[in-house]
T-cell receptor
Framework: DAGVTQSPTHLIKTRGQQVTLRCSPK?????VSWYQQALGQGPQFIFQ???????QRGNFPDRFSGHQFPNYSSELNVNALLLGDSALYLC??????????????FGPGTRLTVL | KNEVEQSPQNLTAQEGEFITINCSYS?????LHWLQQHPGGGIVSLFM???GKKKHGRLIATINIQEKHSSLHITASHPRDSAVYIC????????????FGQGTRLTINP
């Protein structure tokens, strides 16, 4: 049973470029959350996708967008990259249960460097 | 002030010592997670708590809902326990958003 997978593992871009990061959730999971972790900081919530819709969003600009596909996999897109977007981007999956808090399983992350 | 505060930020101890990492939060929550992050980034979920105490091997996690405080304990610490330990809370409001503490960097020396 594969856990959460992310691709690519590392990525180097220049300012102004666009990037797409990908996440496949743990088998059986239907909810995907994205987090940004700057060096030395705790992760910050970007947004969460469920049933192919953005369900909740953190305090990130519109340059950050996403998508969830029918197979529950997800993409994170960042446009007009800034140096400050350099971070580890983490994807976490879980199973939607409205009456219970469920464990989120994290992927290994994609380390994005913007030069 | 952050909604989730951890202490200490850095902790260095000798192998075999009993370790305690603390987490305080200021919002209503439905659950609290303790996570472990090794160099390179991968995060592993250690515990999810909504009340009381949980134990897994040498790890023990407790939560006091009234005091809005949780602790992670490691007994008989080992150098392989060296990692960043992160406390994260799931808010009552909204979807399953997690709010993270800044993490505690633990180093266990042999």
């Amino acid at each position: 049973d594969a856990g959460v997978t992310q691709s690519p593992t590392h990525l180097i871009k220049t300012r102004g470029q666009q990037v797409t990061l990908r996440c496949s959730p743990k088998s059986g999971h239907d909810t995907v959350s994205w987090y940004q972790q700057a060096l030395g900081q705790g992760p910050q919530f970007i947004f969460q996708y469920y049933e192919e819709e953005e369900r909740q969003r953190g305090n990130f600009p519109d340059r950050f967008s996403g998508h969830q596909f029918p197979n529950y996999s997800s993409e994170l897109n960042v446009n007009a990259l800034l140096l400050g977007d350099s971070a580890l981007y983490l994807c976490a999956s879980s199973l939607e249960r409205r009456l219970a808090a469920d464990t989120q399983y994290f992927g290994p992350g994609t380390r994005l460097t913007v030069l | 002030k952050n909604e989730v505060e951890q202490s200490p930020q850095n902790l260095t101890a000798q192998e075999g010592e009993f370790i305690t990492i603390n987490c305080s939060y200021s919002v209503g929550i439905s659950a609290l997670h303790w996570l472990q992050q090794h160099p390179g980034g991968g995060i592993v979920s250690l515990f999810m708590l909504s009340s009381g105490k949980k134990k897994h091997g040498r790890l023990i996690a407790t939560i006091n809902i009234q005091e809005k405080h949780s602790s992670l304990h490691i007994t008989a610490s080992h150098p392989r326990d060296s990692a960043v330990y992160i406390c994260a809370v799931r808010l009552f409001q909204g979807a399953q958003k997690l709010v993270f503490g800044q993490g505690t960097r633990l180093t266990i020396n042999p």
